[in-house]
């Protein structure tokens, strides 16, 4: 067990894990935020999804050993009243059916329009297929964020 000092949703914590745990569940069982879903362990399906400086990360490819020192967020660091842009824009449009895929679509979303705040349709579908929605709201969720890419550049101005 090694002592694990890193910072979630702008929060330093000090954890005790296996150098081998992945960040998911310092996340999930160590600080209890468990908006972040365990899905498939291998970092494919995109539900464990958190950011760090702004870039979307797989949490269950993460581990602890290399967690010291560096900051996350989760989706419950987005905002605690759901009112960052990709939350709305998400409700607005209708994407979620099971929900299970949505926080991780959610941060992965919010990584891609950090990076690139005026993405092409092609740029968002590219980079949503890596994640895993089993209920197929892929064409909403481009207009989500095409909803939540608009309002992020209004406020900008």
Not at 129 to 150: N, Q
Request: with cysteine.
């Amino acid at each position: 067990m090694s002592k694990i000092d890193f910072t979630v949703n702008g929060t330093r914590h000090v954890v005790e894990a296996d150098d081998d745990t992945p960040l998911l569940w310092l996340i999930r069982d160590n600080l209890g935020l468990t908006g972040t879903k365990f899905g498939c362990g291998v970092g494919v399906c995109g539900a464990c999804t958190v950011l760090e400086n702004g870039k979307a990360v797989r949490a269950c490819q993460v581990p602890a050993s290399e967690v010291s020192s560096r900051s996350f967020v989760t989706i419950e660091g987005l905002s605690s009243d759901g009112s960052h842009p990709c939350q709305r824009a998400w409700l607005q449009e209708e994407v979620v059916q099971c929900g299970y895929c949505q926080a991780g679509m959610i941060m992965t979303a919010c990584g891609l329009l950090q990076q690139y705040p005026n993405p092409s349709d092609e740029l968002i579908d590219n980079v949503m297929s890596d994640s895993v929605c089993r209920c197929g709201t892929y064409p909403r969720m481009r207009k989500a964020i095409r909803r939540a890419a608009d309002e992020m550049r209004t406020k900008k101005q």
